[in-house]
Protein backbone atom coordinates (compact mmCIF):
# COMPACT_ATOMS: atom_id res chain seq x y z
CA UNK A 1 0.00 0.00 0.00
CA UNK A 2 1.03 3.47 -1.04
CA UNK A 3 2.12 5.74 1.74
CA UNK A 4 -0.58 8.35 1.73
CA UNK A 5 -3.42 5.79 1.65
CA UNK A 6 -2.09 4.83 5.04
CA UNK A 7 -2.15 8.51 5.77
CA UNK A 8 -5.49 9.06 4.57
CA UNK A 9 -6.73 6.03 6.15
CA UNK A 10 -4.93 7.64 10.07
CA UNK A 11 -6.35 11.23 8.99
CA UNK A 12 -9.86 10.02 8.47
CA UNK A 13 -9.49 7.93 11.53
CA UNK A 14 -8.32 10.39 13.30
CA UNK A 15 -11.10 13.09 11.87
CA UNK A 16 -13.90 10.67 13.35
CA UNK A 17 -12.51 10.79 16.87
CA UNK A 18 -12.08 14.47 16.81
CA UNK A 19 -14.78 15.69 16.02
CA UNK A 20 -16.89 13.66 18.31
CA UNK A 21 -14.94 14.51 21.38
CA UNK A 22 -12.39 12.18 21.76
CA UNK A 23 -9.55 13.14 24.09
CA UNK A 24 -6.32 14.20 22.07
CA UNK A 25 -4.00 11.56 23.65
CA UNK A 26 -6.54 8.83 22.33
CA UNK A 27 -6.70 10.54 18.60
CA UNK A 28 -2.63 10.34 18.58
CA UNK A 29 -2.50 7.04 19.26
CA UNK A 30 -4.98 5.90 17.18
CA UNK A 31 -3.00 7.40 14.58
CA UNK A 32 0.21 5.86 15.75
CA UNK A 33 -1.33 2.58 16.31
CA UNK A 34 -2.68 2.51 12.17
CA UNK A 35 0.42 3.79 11.00
CA UNK A 36 2.66 1.45 13.14
CA UNK A 37 0.33 -1.62 11.63
CA UNK A 38 1.12 -0.88 7.91
CA UNK A 39 4.41 -0.19 8.86
CA UNK A 40 4.74 3.32 8.68
CA UNK A 41 6.49 5.34 10.92
CA UNK A 42 4.75 8.79 11.96
CA UNK A 43 5.40 11.07 13.72
CA UNK A 44 1.25 13.21 14.41
CA UNK A 45 0.28 16.11 16.48
CA UNK A 46 -3.08 16.56 17.33
CA UNK A 47 -4.49 20.00 18.65
CA UNK A 48 -8.43 20.46 19.35
CA UNK A 49 -8.70 21.75 16.22
CA UNK A 50 -6.74 20.17 13.99
CA UNK A 51 -4.67 17.28 13.22
CA UNK A 52 -1.06 17.40 11.68
CA UNK A 53 0.96 14.33 10.67
CA UNK A 54 4.28 13.93 9.10
CA UNK A 55 6.21 10.38 7.10
CA UNK A 56 9.29 10.12 6.04
CA UNK A 57 8.44 8.59 2.55
CA UNK A 58 10.63 5.86 0.81
CA UNK A 59 12.95 8.00 -0.73
CA UNK A 60 13.83 10.14 2.12
CA UNK A 61 11.30 12.89 1.24
CA UNK A 62 9.10 13.82 4.17
CA UNK A 63 5.02 13.77 3.28
CA UNK A 64 3.26 16.16 5.47
CA UNK A 65 -0.93 16.24 5.82
CA UNK A 66 -2.85 19.19 8.25
CA UNK A 67 -6.39 18.70 8.49
CA UNK A 68 -8.44 21.45 10.14
CA UNK A 69 -11.34 20.09 12.40
CA UNK A 70 -14.26 22.82 12.96
CA UNK A 71 -17.22 21.05 14.42
CA UNK A 72 -17.23 18.79 17.69
CA UNK A 73 -19.74 17.00 19.19
CA UNK A 74 -20.11 14.05 21.46
CA UNK A 75 -20.93 10.41 19.80
CA UNK A 76 -19.33 7.93 22.17
CA UNK A 77 -20.70 4.93 20.18
CA UNK A 78 -18.59 6.29 17.21
CA UNK A 79 -15.36 6.55 19.30
CA UNK A 80 -15.60 3.14 20.31
CA UNK A 81 -16.02 1.92 17.23
CA UNK A 82 -12.78 3.55 15.60
CA UNK A 83 -11.33 2.24 18.30
CA UNK A 84 -11.69 -1.46 17.85
CA UNK A 85 -11.17 -1.04 14.38
CA UNK A 86 -7.60 0.73 14.86
CA UNK A 87 -7.30 -2.54 17.39
CA UNK A 88 -8.41 -4.92 14.57
CA UNK A 89 -6.02 -3.23 11.94
CA UNK A 90 -3.29 -4.14 14.17
CA UNK A 91 -3.82 -7.88 14.21
CA UNK A 92 -4.79 -7.90 10.23
CA UNK A 93 -4.61 -5.04 7.64
CA UNK A 94 -7.27 -4.57 5.14
CA UNK A 95 -6.89 -3.29 1.87
CA UNK A 96 -7.45 0.67 1.51
CA UNK A 97 -10.95 0.68 0.02
CA UNK A 98 -11.65 -1.76 2.64
CA UNK A 99 -10.68 0.25 5.46
CA UNK A 100 -11.78 3.70 3.95
CA UNK A 101 -15.36 2.11 3.37
CA UNK A 102 -15.64 0.78 7.16
CA UNK A 103 -14.71 4.64 8.54
CA UNK A 104 -17.52 5.81 6.20
CA UNK A 105 -20.06 3.54 7.35
CA UNK A 106 -18.69 4.60 11.38
CA UNK A 107 -19.10 8.68 10.16
CA UNK A 108 -22.65 7.75 8.65
CA UNK A 109 -23.84 5.96 11.16
CA UNK A 110 -26.97 7.77 12.51
CA UNK A 111 -27.27 6.75 16.03
CA UNK A 112 -30.45 7.27 17.71
CA UNK A 113 -33.11 9.34 16.11
CA UNK A 114 -33.85 12.76 16.97
CA UNK A 115 -37.50 12.16 18.72
CA UNK A 116 -35.68 9.91 20.85
CA UNK A 117 -33.01 12.41 22.26
CA UNK A 118 -35.71 14.62 22.31
CA UNK A 119 -37.61 12.46 24.68
CA UNK A 120 -34.53 11.70 26.59
CA UNK A 121 -33.60 15.19 27.20
CA UNK A 122 -37.16 15.94 28.99
CA UNK A 123 -36.87 12.35 30.71
CA UNK A 124 -33.36 13.92 31.80
CA UNK A 125 -34.76 16.87 33.10
CA UNK A 126 -37.68 15.40 34.67
CA UNK A 127 -35.47 12.43 36.75
CA UNK A 128 -33.36 14.98 38.12
CA UNK A 129 -35.65 17.65 39.36
CA UNK A 130 -37.28 14.35 41.08
CA UNK A 131 -33.38 13.60 42.58
CA UNK A 132 -33.08 17.01 43.84
CA UNK A 133 -35.68 16.38 45.92
CA UNK A 134 -38.77 18.21 43.51
CA UNK A 135 -42.15 17.31 43.43
CA UNK A 136 -43.79 15.60 40.38
CA UNK A 137 -45.76 19.08 39.23
CA UNK A 138 -42.08 20.43 39.54
CA UNK A 139 -40.97 17.61 37.12
CA UNK A 140 -43.45 17.90 34.68
CA UNK A 141 -42.67 21.34 34.16
CA UNK A 142 -38.64 20.49 33.20
CA UNK A 143 -39.82 18.10 31.18
CA UNK A 144 -40.95 20.07 29.06
CA UNK A 145 -38.69 22.51 29.50
CA UNK A 146 -35.83 20.14 29.09
CA UNK A 147 -37.10 19.01 25.56
CA UNK A 148 -37.09 22.77 24.01
CA UNK A 149 -33.65 23.73 25.43
CA UNK A 150 -32.60 20.23 24.12
CA UNK A 151 -34.29 21.59 20.53
CA UNK A 152 -33.50 24.76 20.56
CA UNK A 153 -29.75 24.05 21.15
CA UNK A 154 -29.32 21.32 18.28
CA UNK A 155 -30.61 23.87 16.23
CA UNK A 156 -28.99 26.42 17.02
CA UNK A 157 -25.83 24.37 17.27
CA UNK A 158 -26.72 23.22 13.65
CA UNK A 159 -27.39 26.92 12.35
CA UNK A 160 -23.77 27.81 13.63
CA UNK A 161 -24.36 31.20 14.50
CA UNK A 162 -20.94 31.02 16.94
CA UNK A 163 -19.83 29.10 19.30
CA UNK A 164 -21.43 29.11 22.71
CA UNK A 165 -24.20 30.94 21.72
CA UNK A 166 -26.19 27.60 22.25
CA UNK A 167 -25.47 27.62 25.29
CA UNK A 168 -26.12 30.99 25.85
CA UNK A 169 -29.75 31.15 24.36
CA UNK A 170 -30.78 27.81 25.92
CA UNK A 171 -29.63 29.57 29.23
CA UNK A 172 -32.20 32.05 28.26
CA UNK A 173 -34.98 29.68 27.17
CA UNK A 174 -34.40 27.67 30.57
CA UNK A 175 -35.01 30.66 32.74
CA UNK A 176 -37.59 32.27 30.59
CA UNK A 177 -39.58 29.22 30.45
CA UNK A 178 -39.44 28.72 34.19
CA UNK A 179 -40.39 32.27 35.16
CA UNK A 180 -43.15 31.49 32.95
CA UNK A 181 -44.81 28.22 33.80
CA UNK A 182 -44.12 29.47 37.80
CA UNK A 183 -45.87 32.55 36.52
CA UNK A 184 -49.09 30.39 35.44
CA UNK A 185 -48.78 27.50 37.77
CA UNK A 186 -48.64 28.35 41.20
CA UNK A 187 -46.83 26.60 43.70
CA UNK A 188 -44.02 25.18 41.12
CA UNK A 189 -40.40 25.46 42.61
CA UNK A 190 -38.13 27.90 40.36
CA UNK A 191 -35.25 27.05 41.40
CA UNK A 192 -35.61 23.46 41.02
CA UNK A 193 -36.46 23.65 37.78
CA UNK A 194 -34.28 25.36 36.38
CA UNK A 195 -31.60 23.41 37.71
CA UNK A 196 -32.58 20.42 36.11
CA UNK A 197 -33.24 21.69 32.64
CA UNK A 198 -29.42 23.08 32.33
CA UNK A 199 -28.26 19.78 33.73
CA UNK A 200 -28.17 18.49 30.21
CA UNK A 201 -26.15 21.61 29.03
CA UNK A 202 -23.31 21.27 31.64
CA UNK A 203 -19.93 20.28 30.09
CA UNK A 204 -18.95 17.26 31.74
CA UNK A 205 -17.05 15.28 28.70
CA UNK A 206 -14.98 18.79 28.52
CA UNK A 207 -13.90 18.58 31.78
CA UNK A 208 -13.22 15.08 31.95
CA UNK A 209 -11.12 14.71 28.71
CA UNK A 210 -9.25 17.84 29.70
CA UNK A 211 -8.01 16.27 32.86
CA UNK A 212 -7.38 13.19 30.67
CA UNK A 213 -5.23 14.81 28.49
CA UNK A 214 -2.87 16.48 31.33
CA UNK A 215 -2.57 13.23 32.83
CA UNK A 216 -1.00 11.94 28.87
CA UNK A 217 1.18 15.29 29.57
CA UNK A 218 -0.65 17.32 26.74
CA UNK A 219 -0.90 20.14 29.03
CA UNK A 220 -1.94 22.57 25.55
CA UNK A 221 -5.00 20.57 25.07
CA UNK A 222 -5.99 20.15 28.47
CA UNK A 223 -5.84 23.97 28.96
CA UNK A 224 -8.40 24.04 25.67
CA UNK A 225 -11.02 21.77 27.54
CA UNK A 226 -10.69 23.54 30.87
CA UNK A 227 -10.96 26.82 29.28
CA UNK A 228 -13.85 25.56 26.88
CA UNK A 229 -15.81 23.86 29.63
CA UNK A 230 -15.62 27.48 31.66
CA UNK A 231 -16.92 29.43 28.28
CA UNK A 232 -19.86 26.84 28.37
CA UNK A 233 -20.78 27.35 32.03
CA UNK A 234 -20.20 31.07 31.71
CA UNK A 235 -22.86 31.33 28.81
CA UNK A 236 -25.46 29.14 30.60
CA UNK A 237 -25.14 31.56 33.74
CA UNK A 238 -25.39 34.53 31.59
CA UNK A 239 -28.38 33.60 29.90
CA UNK A 240 -30.13 32.83 33.13
CA UNK A 241 -28.99 35.49 35.18
CA UNK A 242 -30.04 38.21 32.86
CA UNK A 243 -33.34 36.50 32.73
CA UNK A 244 -33.81 36.17 36.93
CA UNK A 245 -32.55 39.79 37.41
CA UNK A 246 -35.49 41.10 35.29
CA UNK A 247 -37.95 38.09 36.13
CA UNK A 248 -37.81 38.10 39.80
CA UNK A 249 -39.36 40.89 40.56
CA UNK A 250 -42.35 40.14 38.62
CA UNK A 251 -42.64 36.33 39.70
CA UNK B 1 -33.86 2.67 46.58
CA UNK B 2 -36.21 5.74 44.76
CA UNK B 3 -33.04 7.43 44.24
CA UNK B 4 -31.38 4.43 43.06
CA UNK B 5 -33.76 3.54 40.58
CA UNK B 6 -33.72 7.95 39.54
CA UNK B 7 -29.80 7.89 39.56
CA UNK B 8 -29.99 4.68 37.23
CA UNK B 9 -32.15 6.84 34.49
CA UNK B 10 -30.20 9.70 35.14
CA UNK B 11 -26.86 8.50 33.92
CA UNK B 12 -28.80 6.21 31.33
CA UNK B 13 -30.11 9.11 29.26
CA UNK B 14 -27.40 10.98 29.16
CA UNK B 15 -26.06 8.38 27.61
CA UNK B 16 -28.55 7.97 24.91
CA UNK B 17 -28.02 11.67 24.43
CA UNK B 18 -24.23 10.69 24.04
CA UNK B 19 -25.04 7.87 21.40
CA UNK B 20 -23.61 5.06 23.47
CA UNK B 21 -24.32 1.95 21.89
CA UNK B 22 -26.86 -0.28 22.70
CA UNK B 23 -25.56 -2.64 24.31
CA UNK B 24 -23.43 -0.82 26.63
CA UNK B 25 -26.33 1.24 27.95
CA UNK B 26 -27.56 -0.92 30.68
CA UNK B 27 -23.88 -0.46 32.39
CA UNK B 28 -23.43 3.19 31.89
CA UNK B 29 -26.74 3.04 34.31
CA UNK B 30 -24.79 1.06 36.74
CA UNK B 31 -22.07 3.35 36.45
CA UNK B 32 -24.31 6.24 37.63
CA UNK B 33 -25.79 4.53 39.99
CA UNK B 34 -23.07 3.10 41.94
CA UNK B 35 -21.76 6.89 41.86
CA UNK B 36 -24.91 8.35 43.36
CA UNK B 37 -24.99 5.36 46.30
CA UNK B 38 -21.72 6.65 47.26
CA UNK B 39 -21.90 10.15 46.83
CA UNK B 40 -25.64 10.10 48.98
CA UNK B 41 -23.99 8.01 51.43
CA UNK B 42 -21.02 9.46 52.30
CA UNK B 43 -22.55 12.75 52.31
CA UNK B 44 -25.09 11.24 54.88
CA UNK B 45 -22.14 10.36 57.06
CA UNK B 46 -19.77 12.98 56.62
CA UNK B 47 -21.86 15.90 55.25
CA UNK B 48 -19.26 16.81 53.09
CA UNK B 49 -20.20 18.12 49.35
CA UNK B 50 -16.52 17.91 48.27
CA UNK B 51 -15.30 14.93 50.00
CA UNK B 52 -18.67 12.67 48.87
CA UNK B 53 -17.67 14.12 45.33
CA UNK B 54 -14.47 13.28 45.18
CA UNK B 55 -15.29 9.57 46.35
CA UNK B 56 -18.17 9.07 43.84
CA UNK B 57 -16.28 10.10 40.85
CA UNK B 58 -13.60 7.47 42.12
CA UNK B 59 -16.14 4.63 42.50
CA UNK B 60 -17.32 6.11 39.17
CA UNK B 61 -13.64 5.72 37.79
CA UNK B 62 -13.01 2.29 39.10
CA UNK B 63 -16.31 0.92 37.80
CA UNK B 64 -15.67 2.13 34.31
CA UNK B 65 -11.95 1.43 33.95
CA UNK B 66 -12.94 -2.38 34.62
CA UNK B 67 -15.72 -2.58 32.93
CA UNK B 68 -13.94 -1.13 30.14
CA UNK B 69 -11.30 -4.01 30.31
CA UNK B 70 -14.16 -6.38 30.27
CA UNK B 71 -16.14 -5.22 27.31
CA UNK B 72 -13.53 -4.11 25.26
CA UNK B 73 -14.48 -0.17 25.18
CA UNK B 74 -12.96 2.97 26.09
CA UNK B 75 -13.71 4.01 29.79
CA UNK B 76 -14.99 7.41 29.13
CA UNK B 77 -18.22 5.73 27.48
CA UNK B 78 -18.95 4.62 31.29
CA UNK B 79 -17.46 7.42 32.98
CA UNK B 80 -18.67 10.79 31.52
CA UNK B 81 -22.73 9.58 31.44
CA UNK B 82 -21.74 8.32 34.95
CA UNK B 83 -20.15 11.13 36.74
CA UNK B 84 -23.60 12.97 35.13
CA UNK B 85 -26.08 13.05 38.22
CA UNK B 86 -22.39 14.36 40.40
CA UNK B 87 -22.09 17.37 38.26
CA UNK B 88 -22.77 20.37 41.09
CA UNK B 89 -25.84 21.83 38.67
CA UNK B 90 -27.48 23.24 42.33
CA UNK B 91 -24.23 24.92 43.41
CA UNK B 92 -23.73 26.75 39.92
CA UNK B 93 -27.22 27.81 39.69
CA UNK B 94 -26.69 28.96 43.02
CA UNK B 95 -24.46 31.34 42.36
CA UNK B 96 -25.95 32.69 39.05
CA UNK B 97 -28.79 33.35 41.36
CA UNK B 98 -26.68 35.42 43.97
CA UNK B 99 -25.72 37.68 41.36
CA UNK B 100 -28.69 38.07 39.77
CA UNK B 101 -29.74 39.54 43.35
CA UNK B 102 -26.23 41.27 43.84
CA UNK B 103 -25.66 39.05 46.59
CA UNK B 104 -21.94 38.87 45.75
CA UNK B 105 -20.86 37.13 49.07
CA UNK B 106 -23.20 34.39 48.81
CA UNK B 107 -22.40 33.94 45.17
CA UNK B 108 -18.43 33.85 45.80
CA UNK B 109 -19.68 31.22 48.82
CA UNK B 110 -21.24 29.10 46.45
CA UNK B 111 -19.01 29.19 43.00
CA UNK B 112 -16.10 28.22 44.71
CA UNK B 113 -18.19 25.26 46.02
CA UNK B 114 -19.50 24.00 42.77
CA UNK B 115 -15.39 24.73 41.26
CA UNK B 116 -14.33 22.87 44.49
CA UNK B 117 -16.77 19.95 43.69
CA UNK B 118 -16.11 19.98 39.65
CA UNK B 119 -12.50 19.58 40.59
CA UNK B 120 -12.62 16.71 42.77
CA UNK B 121 -14.79 14.99 40.29
CA UNK B 122 -11.97 15.21 38.05
CA UNK B 123 -9.14 14.35 40.20
CA UNK B 124 -11.36 11.34 41.24
CA UNK B 125 -11.49 10.18 37.79
CA UNK B 126 -8.01 11.71 36.82
CA UNK B 127 -6.94 9.26 40.47
CA UNK B 128 -7.96 6.16 39.61
CA UNK B 129 -7.38 6.46 35.48
CA UNK B 130 -3.60 7.19 36.74
CA UNK B 131 -3.44 4.00 39.01
CA UNK B 132 -4.67 1.73 36.00
CA UNK B 133 -2.26 2.79 33.61
CA UNK B 134 0.27 2.53 36.40
CA UNK B 135 -1.24 -1.35 36.36
CA UNK B 136 -1.07 -1.83 33.14
CA UNK B 137 2.37 -0.73 32.47
CA UNK B 138 3.45 -2.79 35.28
CA UNK B 139 1.92 -5.81 34.10
CA UNK B 140 2.90 -4.83 30.37
CA UNK B 141 6.65 -5.24 31.81
CA UNK B 142 6.14 -8.56 33.67
CA UNK B 143 4.89 -10.45 30.11
CA UNK B 144 7.54 -8.48 27.88
Known sequence: ?251 | MEEIVLAFIASVCPGIMYNVTRRNLLWVGISGMLGWITYAWILEVTGNVVFSSFLGAIIVGLYSESVARILKAPAMVFSIPGIFPLVPGIAIYNSTQYISENKLLEAANTGIQAIACSAAIAFGILLVSAVFRLLKRSTKKETA
Open chain 1, 1 to 251: MKINQVMDIAIKAGKILLTNGSEIYRVEDTIGRICRSYGVDAECFVLPTGIFITVIGKDGEPLSYVKRINERTVDLSCIEKVNSFSRSLQRNTMSYEEAINTLDSIEKEKGFKFALRLLVAGITAFVYTLLFKGTIQDSIASFFIGMLIYFSKEKIARAGIFRFFEHFASGLIAAGMSIVAVKLFSGLNIYRIIISSIMILLPGVAITNALKDALHGDIVSSQFGIAEAVFIVVSVSAGVAIILSFGLGWI
